[in-house]
C-alpha cells in the first residue's frame, strides 16, 4: 500500500512526525540513515528542520529524500 505523506514535523532528535494521507500519524527515525550517502548531510540540524513534503513524501534541500513506503514501514504508530 503506498500512502502519500500530507504532513512532517522535525524533531530535534532525528526524528519525524508524519501523518499520512489516511490520517494515521507515525513516527521516524531518520539516525539509521545518517551514516549513509547524501544523508550524512543531515546530521546539520539546520538543514535536518529544513523538512517538507514533496511528491507525497518527505524532502530536504539538495534533492534529498525518503521514499514514503518507507516511511511507512520502518516507523512506529501514535496512539
Known amino acids: ?3 502519500d505523506v500530507v504532513c ?3 524533531q530535534p532528535d532525528y526524528k519525524l512526525y508524519l ?10 527515525d531518520v539516525s539509521p540513515y ?3 550517502g547524501v544523508f550524512r548531510q543531515l546530521k ?6 529544513q523538512v517538507h513534503i514533496g511528491g507525497g513524501t518527505v524532502m530536504w534541500p539538495g534533492e534529498i529524500d525518503i521514499a ?3 516511511l511507512y514501514e520502518e516507523s512506529i ?3
Open 68 to 70: 514514503p513506503e518507507t
Open 44 to 49: 546539520n540540524p539546520d538543514l535536518f528542520s
Open 34 to 36: 545518517l551514516e549513509k
Open 1 to 3: 500500500m503506498l500512502l
Open 77 to 79: 504508530p501514535l496512539n
Open 19 to 28: 501523518e499520512f494521507e489516511n490520517h494515521e500519524r507515525r513516527v521516524f
Open 8 to 10: 512532517v514535523e522535525a
